[in-house]
């Protein structure tokens, strides 16, 4: 427990408005997309890097936790308090502090959306491509502490691809700048790329150099309906063998189709078995010549209709329809087990009947949706937590979709990160050398584990 | 000095024909790229990982050093045994291993020559863009170790956007397997890209999954003639700032142009102040048009002549010249002092003008080429080192060019990697606690120091 001493001096940091203690504001600061909840003992809003310096200076003089987080909207717990400590909110370091458009490269803090920097950027012909389908809310330092992917991953990469500098406040409270603002550089270790998907574990992000893109010339937005899942992901294989690289491909199956149908009224066939969500951009003649070579091939895998978005608003709609999903699905029941496994694209397919088998033999409803282009699927489980029964069948269910992801040669997480959801599993994937590598660096960059405690692996295993 | 005995122990992991200790055959391995030279006391070369586990079984129990060791074509010093020690030669494990079309990804052991794998990949329309001019010889071990770029980098990457996943040994002697085979995934620390650009100095790396991507439409080769560098520089920035990305910007100065053309006798335009080698690839279309835009904003900027390659076969002879700069750089001086800095590229023409300057003071002979379009510049003295005086005016001239690059935002290093040339300046761009966090993860991989000592920094600073 914090003392009433230890608030003050965090006060005196902050400042007091900034510096909560209330019970409705532990609450708040407790949850993230998972439905998993843990007060933390204070919540404090830091102003700029030396407040930060300073907070963790104390909190290695106490000692006690401390736990960064940018809008909570994390997938798999990475920012929840699970011991306590003090939640280190980062929104209101939220400013563009640079954009340099004949370097393509853009300089901000870890409190800015990610969508509005991707506006802000736009109206400078900029293109920054990483897009959760939190988009609209989530920070571009959660998006870093997670590796944050999306849509246009397979096309354009992860929030890794684009971070090629940081500025961090170590668990010392020493201030440290990683990486270049230049398109290369190859000076020591890439402590950046280390940093890039720690989950706050390691440092605080304070400042990130993000590389650009020019905006693509040209985008179109395609919506392919198929009776058939299988038809659907046997589409995607031959989009991709065909050597064509959408910016996006998205796929969602009957139920998503329905929920979000439900959830928004925007004209979904809700009898359609799945959808493909498909968008190319690029180069103007090639967009056309692409999007008709992909309506061609959907319709040859046996899509029963393919529309191609009118404009920007038509795309824009499919766009919300498709990141709708994730909330949408709370209608079907209480409580999401929600999973984040990749496989090899080939291997679609195979999961996704797996997945089916899997649903009908455990009685789940298993619902999946996701980045079918990129083999990053979206597994949830609607369950009812009081059902104890459920829940253990739910945990049987998951440890073998795990195993199966991992015999087609996938991973646990194409992006949500491990967190706490996937602590249990993580031995299956990483090898015990691996494991005691992370551990080390852990050590060597957080000897008193000061940081986020209680995430990725256990302390003790 | 390794004993009898332990020779003879290495012989026998390894075969007695490829474990080497003939004078001849420890100078051949005591050189790379750079104009230094080390003896190691012994050469072997493993057929397979079993063997590098036994190698570093017996480094750990004599113990001796180990010093990996691909094609030698680094332009760092990389891969030097600067202390002695056994040179791991890995040219043996040059197997492709697999080549998966449907997911794009490409399995290798580290002696693969990556031009050869590139034209493997070709056939089957695929594309593995890093490009490093040493491309007909170097590895994708040495490229990995010391995370190399190429010309290609500013529309593609580097090397380490392309590695997903490594099978490793570590210094203990023990095999790990970082990453994935997956186009994401966020499990854990990332193991993979902190191995790459280690500089052989974490772990001896075995095997390498590297992400490909289908092969360009088309692409279209330019050569643009300038009177004066400027020009062709500030023409660099122009092109950028219109939003095109060609796959290459190259740039020469009239030295450069001079001894490529007395080395290569194909025409190049001996009395020009620089050339620009323009490559675009992408959609057909596209591909057209935008080498038409590049073909007048260079002439809007002064260029005396713009020509488009007719064919493959005419791009092709451009490319060697590009490639050939450097080793027709020894016709002037007999030794080169080698640095690779890299600014934003709108830095270009200032930092362009500065070793302008510095050479004139100096009076010394600098030459430049390299990628203009991400900022690389290859900074070539050429310099004889019997001449004290001018061995004493570079040290001084190199200092000056590495603070300038500094003051511009820019980085020691873009591609070539620290080594042993650039140790004694990595402190005035990676700061105290940059260098204690890389000292640590040292320390966490390999504690005892038995792997590629003498590297990247001095043990002891």
Not at 340 to 360: F, N, T, Y
């Amino acid at each position: 427990m914090l003392s009433r001493d230890t608030i003050r001096q965090l006060s005196r940091i902050v400042g007091r408005r900034h510096c909560r203690t209330d019970p409705e504001d532990l609450i708040c600061y407790g949850y993230d997309a998972t439905d998993l909840r843990y007060n933390p003992e204070a919540v404090v809003f830091p102003a700029d890097v030396q407040e930060i310096v300073a907070i963790v200076r104390l909190a290695n003089e106490i000692p006690f936790y401390l736990i960064p987080r940018g809008a909570g909207s994390g997938m798999s717990g990475g920012s929840l308090p699970v011991r306590g400590g003090v939640v280190l909110g980062l929104s209101r370091m939220n400013r563009i502090l640079s954009i340099d458009p004949e370097n393509m490269v853009a300089v901000v803090e870890p409190g800015v959306v990610t969508g509005h920097l991707q506006e802000e950027l736009a109206e400078q012909g900029l293109f920054y491509p990483p897009d959760p389908a939190s988009l609209a809310f989530c920070t571009i330092g959660g998006n870093v502490a997670e590796c944050a992917g999306g849509a246009r991953a397979l096309k354009y990469g992860v929030t890794k691809d684009y971070v090629i500098g940081l500025e961090a406040v170590l668990a010392s409270g020493e201030l440290v700048k990683t990486g270049v603002q230049t398109a290369k550089g190859v000076v020591g270790y890439d402590l950046t790329k280390l940093l890039v998907g720690s989950e706050g574990t390691l440092a605080i992000i304070t400042k990130v150099v993000l590389k650009l893109l020019p905006q693509p010339e040209s985008r179109r937005m395609l919506m392919a309906v198929f009776n058939r899942l299988n038809e659907a992901v046997e589409a995607v294989t031959k989009i991709i063998g065909a050597g064509l690289l959408p910016s996006a491909l998205e796929f969602m199956d009957q139920r998503s189709i329905q929920c979000v149908e439900d959830y928004l009224q925007i004209g979904l066939p809700r009898d359609a078995g799945a959808l493909l969500l498909i968008e190319v951009d690029g180069v103007r003649e090639g967009v056309v010549r692409h999007a008709e070579e992909i309506r061609t091939l959907c319709l040859g895998q046996g899509a029963r209709q393919v529309e191609v978005a009118a404009n920007e608003e038509e795309a824009e709609t499919l766009w919300q329809a498709r990141r709708a999903v994730s909330p949408a699905l709370f209608k079907l029941n209480p409580h999401k087990v929600s999973e984040d496994i990749a496989v090899p694209r080939s291997r679609i397919p195979d999961i996704v009947a797996k997945l089916e088998e899997i649903g009908q033999r455990f009685r789940l409803i298993i619902l999946c949706f996701g980045h079918a282009g990129d083999g990053n699927v979206h597994v949830n489980i609607m369950i009812d937590r009081n059902d104890a029964d459920e829940v253990a069948r739910t945990e049987q269910a998951v440890n073998e979709i795990f195993q199966a992801t991992l015999a087609l040669g996938g991973t646990l997480s194409g992006e949500h990160g491990i967190g706490i959801t996937k602590i249990p599993y993580l031995g299956m994937e990483i090898d015990k050398l691996g494991l005691e590598a992370m551990r080390r660096i852990k050590k060597a960059f957080d000897p008193r584990g000061i940081l986020n405690p209680g995430k990725i692996f256990l302390d003790s295993d």
